[in-house]
């Protein structure tokens, strides 16, 4: 006899226990089981049963206001919380920095993965992700006070390299959302945002003999869910609730419901309102200038996320493909309440597939906040001010990404400029410092990922960072701005200084940057000129930026296509004053000068005023059995190659 599944959300909630590990989806604002929750916070101010909760969540599912799970901050409701974002339920974060209840701050990708894990009955997952942060036994294994004892991440070795080991929590009661449920209880999702952790959470608690509550908008009759359409099979699933009135079930906070965001439509993007030149935008036009094309992006909340409006502005979209953590593949990435979800999106992926994407490297860039950085790059984002936020996907993504741009204003609190002249005013400093001794919290550590060769780069409305071996380098200041009066004070250490460039004047002008010429590098040729009289090839590299693969490919075509046509073996003489080249990508261009000094050099020399561009690049060449030094200056360039300058 087929079982009716279909029950009140006060009855589906009173078959949890005391004790029991609860996990629940969401993602920020959007889809939140909110009646399953507001049935839970109802039972226990009531009854103050059931108690002794753990909590196991991905992201913040609340609204930072009571909503969600920042419904479950009853003093005696939760025991422990395992979460990857704490900012989005503040009450149960001051609990646990209390000291009231246990909390673990891990990954978000690590603890959406978990499920899987718990799913298939192993004891854990073993993953990189992590190491060197906060989550690394060795700097605290991720719990937030004192009153944390167990050690749910351990510190491993395998085949000679370093691993974490994050331990299984067994799942009781999966608390998840559909928009339809047939008799049988098998669950679709057509209506929602994005499909989240759902299968592998309700197949986590039933595999442990627990129970799966779905909140769903709908009923709808036996067969009429085909079977590629169904998310969540009957089997897996104990009690559906419907929700009632349909705000419990809203899309997101801020929004009812919106197709395009369900993918139920294609919607114009064209007109997207054009930012005003601010901060925030001079930040985001210059990470802008980092974009890959062909590549696969993420952006983090903030400034960041200017980046898009920027490429759109540009008309750079078409050669790049957004996507977010909570897995969404292109379209256009929506913000405010509808974080994580996109309008015409290409597709949906579970969270827990887009984060094996994103660990195994899938990533070309990333472009994330930052609330506090110091001297070795380290990056902070979780914990800071007095308040734990959370590490929500910034450690999984940060540490697997391609390259990464750490984008924030230079102080917070109060900042004002203006752009004046092609120049940047500071009209009102920010009365706290981001640049500090040490940070509070390793979120990102700069000295692994200068030992790993990523490229990162910190980019402010002044100036810009980057991550060397030996910590935080200048290499850029915006047009307007002292580096004494305007950087240094406002900074508790000093950072390397080798005759920073200025940053690029379009950036401060308000009409388009010709971003996409830069990107495409149309205008490389551009850079490249021929004194046949002298036979000396000059190679203007100042400010260029080498980014990827295709920069290099790019400029060993501009380069042949100028010594073809000058038809004979030339001198060349490099310019590479502010030219940065991304950290892993030193070899590839080392392979490149080979090449062209093979096929195309008589001689060559070249020059970059930054002691550190200098040593790397030398490095890179002799390591190509090319004994080539890198100088100082035009002079000795030229000197070199027994000529003056023009």
């Given at each position: 006899?087929?079982?009716?599944?279909?029950?009140?959300?006060?009855?589906?909630?009173?078959?949890?226990?005391?004790?029991?590990?609860?996990?629940?989806?969401?993602?920020?604002?959007?889809?939140?089981?909110?009646?399953?929750?507001?049935?839970?916070?109802?039972?226990?101010?009531?009854?103050?049963?059931?108690?002794?909760?753990?909590?196991?969540?991905?992201?913040?599912?609340?609204?930072?206001?009571?909503?969600?799970?920042?419904?479950?901050?009853?003093?005696?409701?939760?025991?422990?919380?395992?979460?990857?974002?704490?900012?989005?339920?503040?009450?149960?974060?001051?609990?646990?920095?209390?000291?009231?209840?246990?909390?673990?701050?891990?990954?978000?990708?690590?603890?959406?993965?978990?499920?899987?894990?718990?799913?298939?009955?192993?004891?854990?997952?073993?993953?990189?992700?992590?190491?060197?942060?906060?989550?690394?036994?060795?700097?605290?294994g991720g719990k937030v006070n004192t009153v944390t004892k167990e050690d749910?991440?351990?510190?491993?070795?395998?085949?000679?390299?370093?691993?974490?080991?994050?331990?299984?929590?067994?799942?009781?009661?999966?608390?998840?959302?559909?928009?339809?449920?047939?008799?049988?209880?098998?669950?679709?999702?057509?209506?929602?945002?994005?499909?989240?952790?759902?299968?592998?959470?309700?197949?986590?608690?039933?595999?442990?003999?627990?129970?799966?509550?779905?909140?769903?908008?709908?009923?709808?009759?036996?067969?009429?869910?085909?079977?590629?359409?169904?998310?969540?099979?009957?089997?897996?699933?104990?009690?559906?609730?419907?929700?009632?009135?349909?705000?419990?079930?809203?899309?997101?906070?801020?929004?009812?419901?919106?197709?395009?965001?369900?993918?139920?439509?294609?919607?114009?993007?064209?007109?997207?309102?054009?930012?005003?030149?601010?901060?925030?935008?001079?930040?985001?036009?210059?990470?802008?200038?980092?974009?890959?094309?062909?590549?696969?992006?993420?952006?983090?909340?903030?400034?960041?996320?200017?980046?898009?409006?920027?490429?759109?502005?540009?008309?750079?979209?078409?050669?790049?493909?957004?996507?977010?953590?909570?897995?969404?593949?292109?379209?256009?990435?929506?913000?405010?309440?509808?974080?994580?979800?996109?309008?015409?999106?290409?597709?949906?992926?579970?969270?827990?597939?887009?984060?094996?994407?994103?660990?195994?490297?899938?990533?070309?860039?990333?472009?994330?906040?930052?609330?506090?950085?110091?001297?070795?790059?380290?990056?902070?984002?979780?914990?800071?001010?007095?308040?734990?936020?959370?590490?929500?996907?910034?450690?999984?993504?940060?540490?697997?990404?391609?390259?990464?741009?750490?984008?924030?204003?230079?102080?917070?609190?109060?900042?004002?400029?203006?752009?004046?002249?092609?120049?940047?005013?500071?009209?009102?400093?920010?009365?706290?410092?981001?640049?500090?001794?040490?940070?509070?919290?390793?979120?990102?550590?700069?000295?692994?990922?200068?030992?790993?060769?990523?490229?990162?780069?910190?980019?402010?409305?002044?100036?810009?960072?980057?991550?060397?071996?030996?910590?935080?380098?200048?290499?850029?200041?915006?047009?307007?701005?002292?580096?004494?009066?305007?950087?240094?004070?406002?900074?508790?250490?000093?950072?390397?200084?080798?005759?920073?460039?200025?940053?690029?004047?379009?950036?401060?002008?308000d009409e388009p940057m010709g971003l996409l010429a830069d990107l495409l590098?149309?205008?490389?040729?551009?850079?490249?000129?021929?004194?046949?009289?002298?036979?000396?090839?000059?190679?203007?590299?100042?400010?260029?930026?080498?980014?990827?693969?295709?920069?290099?490919?790019?400029?060993?075509?501009?380069?042949?296509?100028?010594?073809?046509?000058?038809?004979?073996?030339?001198?060349?003489?490099?310019?590479?004053?502010?030219?940065?080249?991304?950290?892993?990508?030193?070899?590839?261009?080392?392979?490149?000068?080979?090449?062209?000094?093979?096929?195309?050099?008589?001689?060559?020399?070249?020059?970059?005023?930054?002691?550190?561009?200098?040593?790397?690049?030398?490095?890179?060449?002799?390591?190509?059995?090319?004994?080539?030094?890198?100088?100082?200056?035009?002079?000795?360039?030229?000197?070199?190659?027994?000529?003056?300058?023009?």
């Open positions: 006899m087929q079982k009716n599944k279909v029950v009140s959300a006060d009855d589906a909630i009173a078959l949890i226990n005391d004790g029991d590990v609860i996990a629940t989806t969401g993602f920020v604002q959007s889809c939140i089981p909110e009646m399953l929750h507001a049935a839970l916070e109802k039972r226990y101010v009531d009854t103050k049963a059931p108690r002794d909760l753990t909590l196991i969540m991905c992201a913040g599912a609340g609204d930072s206001k009571g909503l969600g799970t920042g419904r479950l901050h009853h003093d005696g409701l939760l025991k422990r919380v395992i979460a990857a974002n704490f900012g989005r339920m503040p009450k149960v974060a001051q609990a646990a920095q209390d000291n009231k209840i246990q909390g673990y701050n891990l990954p978000q990708g690590v603890i959406s993965k978990l499920y899987r894990s718990c799913a298939s009955g192993s004891p854990g997952l073993f993953t990189r992700v992590g190491l060197h942060t906060y989550v690394d036994p060795r700097l605290g749910l991440v351990k510190l491993v070795e395998v085949d000679g390299k370093e691993w974490l080991f994050y331990k299984a929590t067994p799942i009781n009661v999966a608390l998840i959302r559909a928009t339809s449920a047939d008799p049988l209880g098998n669950l679709s999702l057509e209506k929602e945002a994005l499909t989240l952790d759902v299968l592998a959470q309700a197949m986590a608690a039933h595999n442990n003999g627990g129970i799966v509550i779905a909140q769903v908008e709908r009923l709808v009759a036996d067969g009429s869910i085909k079977p590629k359409d169904v998310k969540v099979p009957g089997i897996l699933v104990d009690c559906v609730v419907v929700a009632d009135p349909p705000e419990m079930h809203r899309m997101n906070y801020g929004v009812m419901y919106d197709p395009a965001l369900a993918g139920e439509v294609r919607v114009t993007v064209d007109n997207l309102p054009k930012m005003e030149l601010d901060e925030r935008k001079i930040i985001a036009r210059r990470a802008s200038f980092e974009l890959p094309p062909n590549g696969v992006i993420n952006l983090g909340v903030g400034a960041p996320d200017g980046v898009a409006n920027v490429a759109n502005e540009e008309k750079v979209t078409p050669l790049l493909v957004m996507t977010t953590e909570a897995g969404a593949v292109g379209g256009v990435l929506a913000g405010g309440s509808s974080f994580g979800s996109s309008a015409n999106a290409h597709s949906i992926l579970d969270q827990n597939q887009m984060f094996d994407f994103y660990h195994g490297g899938g990533l070309d860039l990333t472009c994330l906040g930052m609330a506090e950085c110091d001297s070795l790059g380290n990056v902070n984002t979780s914990k800071f001010g007095g308040k734990l936020n959370g590490c929500g996907g910034f450690i999984d993504i940060s540490q697997n990404a391609r390259a990464v741009v750490f984008a924030g204003t230079f102080t917070a609190g109060g900042l004002e400029v203006a752009v004046e002249d092609g120049k940047l005013k500071i009209v009102k400093e920010g009365r706290a410092r981001k640049f500090v001794k040490q940070v509070e919290q390793v979120t990102f550590s700069g000295t692994y990922a200068a030992q790993k060769g990523q490229p990162v780069i910190y980019v402010t409305e002044r100036c810009v960072f980057q991550l060397t071996d030996h910590g935080l380098e200048l290499i850029e200041v915006a047009p307007g701005i002292d580096i004494e009066r305007d950087i240094l004070p406002h900074m508790a250490f000093k950072p390397h200084i080798h005759r920073p460039i200025t940053m690029n004047p379009a950036l401060f002008r590098n149309l205008n490389l040729k551009d850079r490249i000129s021929y004194d046949a009289s002298r036979n000396v090839l000059s190679i203007n590299l100042e400010a260029w930026s080498v980014r990827k693969k295709a920069d290099v490919a790019d400029l060993q075509k501009a380069i042949s296509d100028a010594c073809t046509a000058a038809g004979r073996r030339v001198n060349a003489i490099v310019n590479q004053d502010g030219c940065r080249i991304a950290e892993d990508l030193y070899d590839e261009y080392a392979d490149m000068v080979a090449y062209v000094s093979k096929h195309h050099y008589e001689r060559m020399a070249r020059y970059a005023t930054s002691v550190i561009t200098r040593t790397k690049l030398q490095d890179a060449l002799r390591r190509r059995g090319l004994e080539t030094r890198v100088y100082e200056g035009a002079k000795e360039a030229y000197a070199a190659l027994e000529m003056e300058p023009a």
